[in-house]
């Protein structure tokens, strides 16, 4: 057994106890004023850098599109600003710009001089003329952007991306593999609450339709499937991890929207991290890249 599940499952100290709904609540205003269903916390910027590393382990890598050289590439919602850090250092010659609706003030990384940033909010537009960018890149807005947003951001990326250039985005579809009773009864209660908010949780495999429902051409769309848990190594771990966190951190949006009560919503969660060890529980990530048609 982990560290991890050790310290949720038997230890005083355990996050399901630990953590207070008071300041969930009051983090969470951030979220309900921008549609964000996840708060802008310390604790959060920490959760998207381990969900970066995460996602480049599995790939082997930072993107999948076939990008060539480009001269230059935007990173929409770069969050914490880690993958535009290591784009940056990869290609030194490209000048990579990072674009999102908070600033970076709580990222530690020191940027190198081909990386900029502005701050900008996507629902009213990206802030450069058609054409700008060589290779745009998002990922993880699936508590983010409504279903009925999807595709205008499609579009308005599009605008910004040249003639043969590419676009890739990530995110997954949490209808889990292999669920359990309680897997299927947590995940219907984000089910539930997201659609409150017009967040479509099985988002991930609907990225190639939306892309090519957009006018992109040579749309690839890849499955990555992720273990969840210790069953499924170093990954699996980081996955429950990741995952544990952001649920965690979703409690008040529930036990608001849904029949959750507190007590019954940390009682699920604590059972879903037994559960999906023994049903070997999967998530499936998508990353679908397309180009944008030549004139």
């Not at 003030?105 to 081909?114: A, D, G, H, R």
């Not at 040249?162 to 292999?178: M, Q, S």
């Amino acid at each position: 057994m982990s560290w991890f599940k050790k310290k949720i499952l038997h230890t005083k100290d355990s996050p399901l106890k630990k953590y207070s709904n008071t300041e969930t609540l009051k983090e969470q205003q951030i979220s309900d004023q921008n549609m964000y269903m996840l708060p802008k916390d310390i604790r959060e910027v920490s959760r998207l850098d381990f969900q970066h590393y995460l996602l480049r382990q599995t790939i082997s890598g930072n993107y999948l599109a076939p990008i060539g050289q480009p001269e230059a590439i935007l990173d929409v919602a770069c969050g914490t600003g880690r993958w535009m850090l290591e784009m940056a250092q990869q290609f030194p010659r490209t000048l990579i710009t990072g674009i999102d609706l908070t600033p970076l003030s709580e990222s530690t990384i020191t940027f190198p001089k081909n990386c900029r940033f502005q701050q900008c909010d996507i629902f009213k537009g990206i802030p450069f003329p058609p054409y700008s960018f060589d290779f745009v890149h998002q990922r993880f807005l699936i508590f983010a952007l409504p279903v009925n947003r999807w595709s205008p951001v499609i579009q308005e990326i599009k605008r910004v991306t040249r003639p043969g250039g590419w676009i890739e985005l990530t995110d997954p579809d949490l209808t889990f593999n292999n669920q359990g009773p309680e897997t299927a009864k947590l995940m219907n209660w984000i089910s539930q609450a997201s659609w409150k908010r017009d967040m479509d949780i099985t988002i991930g495999g609907k990225l190639g339709f939306l892309m090519q429902s957009a006018g992109l051409v040579n749309v690839t769309v890849k499955k990555v499937p992720i273990p969840l848990g210790d069953w499924g190594g170093r990954i699996g771990s980081f996955l429950i991890k990741d995952f544990y966190g952001a649920a965690l951190t979703l409690k008040p949006l529930i036990v608001a929207a849904t029949d959750a009560t507190p007590a019954s919503y940390d009682a699920v969660l604590a059972a879903w991290v037994r559960e999906i060890e023994v049903y070997h529980t999967s998530c499936d990530f998508y990353i679908a890249y397309g180009q944008c048609p030549s004139k």
